[in-house]
């Protein structure tokens, strides 16, 4: 059985539509540079030549993954429930040792952007706080230690 990625709706459009960005127009920019770079003869001393070959097997095996996670993706229905934390929730905890408050996205692993305070339902903080309620603190396992997050408010 294939492997089931977790996405919201939005997070499942994003994804389809840089699918469909690599397939179409990266490929076809790496595609001319690869042919400027040949109309520079030799090949084999043509850094150009080796660079573009190097970015097209990246962007297919971008585009591999991808559309593997799309083709497996299960939609999570964005429900408005806010009685208990699930993917599309944007929690606000506080830390109990750094004694600060902190609001999260949870989303699929696709969609996960720490930037953006927008974290996988698989990372550690995230499988955490699932299916707890405003005012249950939970303990999270990170690689340099458990720590304790107090869930303030589900939104």
Known sequence: MA???IMTKKGYDEAVEKLKYLQTVKRQEIVERIAEARSHGDLSENAEY??????QAANEGEIAELDYKIKNAVIQEETGDTTSVHVGSKVKVYDLELEEEEVYE???????????????????????LLRHKVGETVKVAA???????????IF
């Open 3 to 5: 492997e089931q990625y």
């Open 50 to 55: 080796d660079a573009a070959r190097n970015e």
């Open 106 to 128: 949870i989303t699929g692993t696709l969609e996960a952007n720490a930037m953006e305070n927008k974290i996988s339902n698989e990372s550690p903080v995230g499988a955490a």
């Open 143 to 153: 690689p340099d230690g458990e720590y304790k997050l107090e869930i303030r408010e």
